[in-house]
């Protein structure tokens, strides 16, 4: 189908003809070429995120990553998008710059698997925020009573947890001491 370049919500509504088609691969391009024509269209970008995150082809995360910061440049992120970026840097291994978009996440919807992976990223030898991570397996459990993932982790975190206690007592004694 031909359609006049500059006419980016045509290439949107061909997208999504396309995808009820069954046509993903057509819809994706109609939406990157809607996003050309039409930059500050966030309604195609969300069209292609969700289509990117649905796929999960390896060779389109960067494609995701890429209209995922473009929303966040333009304050338009959904709630899930923060999500999908949080997981983004946990898969690289930045958690610090993870977590804040973990609680970004968890500010508008309390979820149990958020909680759990903002657990893993504070424990992380990059942030080492232990007891931040064991408040955040038990914001799970509040949620989900018996969330295993919460419970095998809280339970990994004790003999660290224990430690951190080991050494207050000891700073406290020794602060009571001089």
Partial sequence: MELADDFGLGWYHL?????????MDDAICAWETSCIYEDDFEWARYKLVDA??????ESENSMLMDQL?????RNKLRRNDYHLLAI?????????SAIPY????????????????LSYAYSSKQVGQKLDAADCCHLALLIQPKFKRAEDFLENLR???EELKYQAKNLI???DWE
């Fill in 173 to 175: 004694r020794y602060r």
């Fill in 102 to 117: 973990y609680r970004k996440y968890l500010a508008k919807r309390r979820d149990e698997y958020g909680y759990v992976n």
């Fill in 15 to 23: 997208g999504n003809a396309y995808k009820v088609a069954d046509q």
């Fill in 52 to 57: 990117y995150h649905e796929r999960e082809f």
């Fill in 69 to 73: 910061l473009e929303l966040e440049k």
């Fill in 159 to 161: 003999q660290d947890l």
């Fill in 88 to 96: 983004a840097h946990h898969k690289n291994k930045d958690y610090l």
